[in-house]
């Protein structure tokens, strides 16, 4: 079974420009999350979604981060404009409906300069 | 207000020096307990679920237990290739956040 798949997998940009992250979960995950890893910290949620609907995105930063997953199977992550404090790796994870456990994609690494 | 604290925050063991991490939680109420393994340059992969004081569940070299306070990831005779963070997560019994500590740094020297 192929696991999330997630691009880039290094982003280097500059300050105040936008940038796009994608994610394909796992086939069949019903519910979708990014997260936030800053060096040194733990995950942090920004959003949560089951099929094409937002559960959560409490913490997303909604001024300069959107996200969207039209069809409910793959997502986008988007900020704009990036700010140096967004450094950081976003992770994409997937977990089946009714599921807690959550299986994380590689991550995407963000330097902004 | 629910947290989740990790320690140490590395540890550094010879190969086949048993030892134990420790996750400790405080929340109103407890959905399940996530241990999860973190390479470098890699995501979290999960390795285990604990959902009630008492559990333990094991794979391989690695033991996880779980108290109404704690969480403990036990490694026995530890091999280099355990050498990755560590990282619990706590799913509250209401809300959809995991909360995640900010891990522990094993490293385990041959």
């Known amino acids: 079974e192929a696991g999330v798949a997630q691009s880039p997998r290094y982003k280097i940009i500059e300050k105040r420009q936008s940038v796009a992250f994608w994610c394909n979960p796992i086939?069949?995950?019903?519910?979708l999350y990014w997260y936030q890893q800053i060096l040194g910290q733990g995950p942090k949620l920004l959003i949560q979604?089951?099929?094409?609907?937002?559960?959560?995105d409490s913490q997303l930063p909604k001024d300069r981060f959107s996200a969207e997953r039209l069809k409910g199977v793959d997502s986008t992550l988007k900020i704009q404009p990036a700010k140096l404090e967004d450094s950081a790796v976003y992770l994409c994870?997937?977990?089946?409906?009714?599921?807690?456990?959550?299986?994380f994609g590689p991550g995407t690494r963000l330097l902004v300069l | 207000e629910d947290q989740v604290t990790q320690s140490p925050e590395a540890l550094r063991l010879q190969e086949g020096e048993s030892s134990s991490l420790n996750c400790s939680y405080t929340?109103?109420?407890?959905?399940?307990l996530f241990w999860y393994r973190q390479d470098p340059g890699k995501g979290p992969e999960f390795l285990f679920t604990?959902?009630?004081a008492g559990e333990e569940k094991e794979k391989e070299r690695l033991k996880a237990t779980l108290t109404k306070k704690e969480s403990f990831l036990h490694i026995t005779a530890p091999k280099p290739e355990d050498s990755a963070t560590y990282l619990c997560a706590v799913d509250p019994a209401t809300g959809n956040q995991f909360y995640f500590g900010t891990g522990t740094s094993l490293t385990v020297i041959p």
């Open positions: 979604f089951q099929n094409n609907g937002v559960v959560d």
């Open positions: 604990l959902y009630s």
């Open positions: 086939s069949g995950h019903a519910t």
């Open positions: 929340v109103s109420g407890l959905r399940g």
């Open positions: 994870a997937s977990s089946p409906s009714g599921a807690r456990t959550q299986y």
